[in-house]
């Protein structure tokens, strides 16, 4: 059995058998005990390293999947579970790195879901396990990061201290008696280099926990014992050994890292525990000073510049370290000797700008350049600028222009010297955290932004001849930073210049163009209008939109493609802001984005590229289909279904919502056959399974209904669906999807269809309301409600809903009817919502038979909770959701919504008109004139006089 199943992990490494041996793989995770086949292979000494990996991963993604279901309950037999969390730590300990980073990683997701109350002997594990091996240490430590670095994100809660207190109790003092002995174990081994790199490797992971275990609180053990850390902390930020030096200038070893981790610990005390630590900082700013002053240029010692520039920039908020950098001869030093070494661009800046511009681009603008010196400089100078503005910028601008003079001698060869001048310019004239949406907002009032710009950037924007690209960066860069402040003219002027840029041959600029064009258009002034007018951009649009698809597409291969997502995202933004403008040239933006969809299929590399990608799908979609909703769906059903039979997981969220739009911009035609061959293969299970496809595939299917429904009925779909409907209702997860099906399918087809299932549907409701109740899953319960008793036009009534309850079990209607449905009918909150529970409240008072005779006093309350529903706010407000902007989206794998084709909800009952009262009293009205005063009597007999006065009100 193991044999065949390290045949099968050997083939899953073969890129020409892995798509088959995968699939046999999660048939074979179907049978009992795989998980522990798969350890018994990591673990076996006789098989090859290749499949041990193979395995460890294979074991870690089965763990992903399998662990507990969206409740949070265990997937796996309970022995199974208690064997894994038996065995796992000390097999991990036992492994070579690689496959010890696998089984960490499904350490991590157990944790995640059992530590510490389901795992509570976890601890106890680690530390039993701990010696004066740094080879073991180092396993059982990794772990310990593993788990406990999931505490650094987390809000404070009662939970999450009593978790760390729980840890701190069993492995605090332990922890600390190992950082003291390994302190020796260095010193002993400092000759022996293999030795030496162990040690260092645990004293790499020790620093990790440290800011791990302290930070949410200073540990108490850590408090007593602090003067004890900070010695060995400020040994190790000034100690050196030849033999952990690496050869190459470029990457970071050892040594770096351990210093650049003691940085990153040294500032979270600053910020946070400056009671216990404040009278030890002085010593290490006299380190961090001398080593920041003698430290190379080389790149392998950037993260350490860029953690130490974070130190010093946190201690420059503390007012009695802050002043002894206020001093103009201090502060001058500081820009000469710290600051301009670091803002200077390095020859490694402009090898990066030729040769990878992709990842120059991303770092200098996504802030993945964090760990930049050029990031981490400014940011101290900034700070020292929040501090003492008028100094900071006075020594700021003297060196500004300085540069700028160095430049204006010879601008061919001194153009650095204006890069650095700008630089420090946008440093200190910034204020504030620049936002996503409008970039910087506050600036410094002792500059000028406008007339920096105007007298040394413009002119770069202008002429070609002889300025260094990097300099024209400079200036968009600068346009990009300060869109805020840059005024709605002079946008108008500069937008033709962006527009130009995007025919650089440089693809830094162009990029650059790209992105600043694309801000620019989604930027808007105080009133919320948008900056940049749409009407300037529209007759501009479709060479525009034809220069960058080229620029997209000049590499055809799969991977050149998607590599800029920016390019993407500026087409995405052309067409939402040109909206239907885009209809005369349909045809030539359809073939492009045809055309790219089949090629990134082929091997889907960028996730931010596709998603931008599918969102300008949206907007095209949205704007040109309702023209020519046809062509649209003739055009784009084959690659789509392609993408479906090649089984391209990334992207079949995305196309099942675009499929869905399609089908929503031309809501009264039928279905095509095309769309009709689609419906069997969205019901088969296994497209279930992903977590990520479920919301597309509810919005496609109930997208697929109204249109369909003929053909739903005579090939029995509709149990299919209803099927759906249980699984999706059995999760927290899903019930919000599963009603959004069922309130579909309830709108689409007659009680004549529904009536045999509906005693079921009702039954499987009640059981989740009686086992598993959540607040959600009771407003979406009272939404249906309402939506099938609204829904007279299709033969549906309250007293048919009544008698279906009924059938679950005698006498069930009326409380439920009381405590979910009156009760929490008040919280429903957007107004559809609350306007088909109007709907539905008025409809029973006027033709339920069942609350006129055997409901006697549910009439009354009914009423009572519609003037209620009339007259008062909901209980609970409700923020609708806005234009969201796409900067910090967690992209891959899961559902993304796209934005550019949100569903809007389609009203069904245009025919109350805009005022809903008077339509409420029309309706009553009307009801009392057909049952011979019935209602007015009523109204007589089961309100009281306040309720009385105010429904007569509506109906006079």
């Not at 059995?1 to 050997?10: K, Q, S, T």
Request: charge should be negative; proline fraction near 5%.
């Amino acid at each position: 059995m193991a044999e065949a199943l390290g045949a099968l992990l050997e083939a899953s490494l073969d890129p020409r058998r892995n798509k088959e041996a995968e699939n046999v793989l999660r048939q074979e995770e179907q049978k009992p005990g795989f998980s522990l086949q798969l350890l018994q292979i990591t673990a076996s000494e006789s098989s090859p390293n290749h499949i041990r990996l193979a395995s460890a991963l294979c074991f870690k993604n089965f763990i992903k999947r399998n662990w507990t279901n969206e409740d949070g309950n265990y997937k796996l037999p309970m022995e199974e579970v208690a064997t894994i969390k038996r065995e796992l730590i000390t097999l991990m300990i036992s492994m070579p790195p690689g496959i010890q980073a696998q089984l960490g990683d499904a350490v991590s997701v157990i944790a995640d879901s059992d530590f510490w109350e389901r795992w509570d002997t976890l601890v106890d594990d680690l530390v039993s396990k701990l010696s004066n091996d740094p080879a073991t240490n180092i396993g059982v430590l990794q772990v310990a990061h593993s788990i406990f670095k999931r505490w650094r994100p987390l809000f404070q809660s009662n939970e999450l201290y009593v978790e760390i207190n729980h840890v701190l109790g069993k492995f605090g003092t332990p922890f600390l008696s190992l950082f003291e002995s390994l302190d020796a174990y260095i010193e002993a081994n400092k000759d022996n280099k293999e030795n030496l790199t162990k040690g260092f490797t645990q004293l790499n992971l020790m620093i990790k926990l440290f800011y791990d275990l302290s930070c949410h609180d200073l540990p108490p053990m850590f408090e007593d014992n602090i003067s004890a850390i900070a010695s060995i902390w400020l040994k190790y930020l000034t100690y050196d050994n030849q033999l952990l030096h690496t050869d190459d200038d470029t990457e970071a070893g050892l040594l770096e890292y351990v210093r650049a981790g003691i940085f990153e610990v040294l500032t979270l005390y600053v910020q946070k525990y400056l009671d216990a630590f404040g009278p030890l900082v002085g010593q290490f700013i006299q380190s961090s000073w001398g080593f920041l002053t003698t430290i190379g240029q080389e790149t392998k010692y950037d993260i350490l510049v860029s953690r130490a520039l974070h130190f010093l920039t946190s201690v420059a908020s503390m007012p009695e370290h802050a002043a002894s950098f206020q001093a103009d001869e201090t502060l001058g030093q500081i820009i000469e000797k710290v600051i301009l070494p670091n803002v200077s661009l390095r020859e490694s800046d402009e090898e990066l700008f030729e040769d990878e511009p992709i990842e120059f681009i991303r770092r200098d603008l996504e802030g993945s350049d964090s760990e930049t010196r050029r990031r981490a400089a400014t940011d101290f100078l900034r700070r020292l600028a929040e501090k003492f503005e008028e100094s900071v910028t006075k020594v700021t601008l003297k060196y500004t222009e300085h540069y700028l003079g160095e430049y204006a001698k010879d601008p061919a060869s001194n153009w650095k010297s204006k890069d650095t001048a700008t630089y420090l310019f946008s440093a200190i004239a910034a204020k504030g955290v620049a936002t996503s949406t409008h970039g910087v907002t506050a600036t410094n009032n002792l500059v000028s932004i406008t007339d920096f710009f105007s007298q040394n950037l413009a002119s770069d924007l202008v002429t070609d001849a002889g300025i260094h690209p990097i300099l024209k960066v400079d200036a968009i860069k600068y346009l990009y930073n300060f869109r805020s402040i840059i005024t709605k003219d002079q946008w108008q002027g500069v937008l033709p210049v962006l527009v130009n840029h995007l025919a650089s041959s440089n693809y830094v600029v162009y990029t650059y163009a790209a992105i600043a064009l694309e801000r620019a258009l989604f930027l808007t002034d105080a009133q919320g209008q948008p900056v940049i007018a749409p009407t300037q951009i529209t007759p501009l649009a479709k060479d525009l939109l034809e220069h960058i698809f080229k620029l997209i597409q000049s590499d055809p291969a799969p991977q050149k493609v998607q590599e800029n997502e920016f390019l993407m995202r500026c087409v995405m933004r052309v067409l939402v802001v040109i909206k239907d403008g885009v209809v005369p040239f349909t045809d030539t933006v359809l073939e492009r984005l045809v055309t790219i969809t089949q090629v990134i299929a082929t091997n889907p590399s960028n996730p931010r590229f596709y998603y931008f990608h599918f969102e300008a799908m949206g907007a095209f979609i949205r704007y040109a289909a309702p023209a020519t909703p046809d062509k649209l769906e003739q055009a784009l059903y084959t690659p789509f279904a392609s993408i479906l039979q090649g089984d391209v997981q990334e992207f079949m969220p995305y196309v099942f919502q675009l499929f869905a739009a399609l089908l929503e911009a031309n809501p009264s035609a039928t279905l095509p056959t095309y769309y009709q061959e689609l419906i069997a293969p969205i019901l088969m299970p296994v497209m279930w399974e992903s977590r990520g496809n479920t919301p597309a595939l509810v919005r496609l299917l109930s997208s697929i209904i109204p249109r369909g429904s003929q053909y739903i009925l005579e090939h029995n779909q509709v149990e299919p669906i209803l099927g759906i409907f249980q699984k999706l209702v059995s999760t927290k997860a899903n019930e919000g999807y599963a009603f959004d099906l069922l309130e579909t399918v309830v709108s689409n087809f007659p009680p004549a269809v529904l009536e045999q299932y509906f005693v079921m549907i009702m039954q499987i409701i009640m059981q989740r309301l009686q086992n598993s109740k959540t607040e959600h899953l009771s407003l979406r319960f009272v939404r249906f409600y309402h939506c099938v008793t609204a829904h007279d036009d299709k033969g549906y009534s309250p007293d048919f809903i009544m008698q279906e309850t009924e059938k679950v079990q005698q006498g069930l209607f009326t409380p439920v009817y009381l405590k979910v449905i009156l009760e929490e009918t008040q919280k429903l909150a957007r107004p559809l919502e609350r306007k088909t529970a109007v709907i539905s409240l008025t409809k029973t008072l006027a033709n339920s038979e069942a609350f006129a005779t055997r409901y006697v006093k549910g009439w009354g309350f009914t009423c009572n909770t519609l003037l209620k529903l009339l007259e008062l706010p909901p209980a609970v407000a409700h923020k609708d959701d806005v234009e969201v902007d796409i900067e910090e989206m967690s992209f891959g794998v899961g559902f993304t919504p796209l934005n550019t084709i949100r569903a809007n909800p389609r009203d069904p009952w245009p025919e109350t008109g805009p005022d809903l009262k008077a339509w409420v009293g029309t309706y009553l009205k009307e009801a009392d004139k057909r049952h011979n005063g019935r209602i007015s009597q009523f109204a007589q007999e089961r309100l009281d006089d306040q309720a009385r006065a105010l429904l007569g009100s509506y109906i006079s």
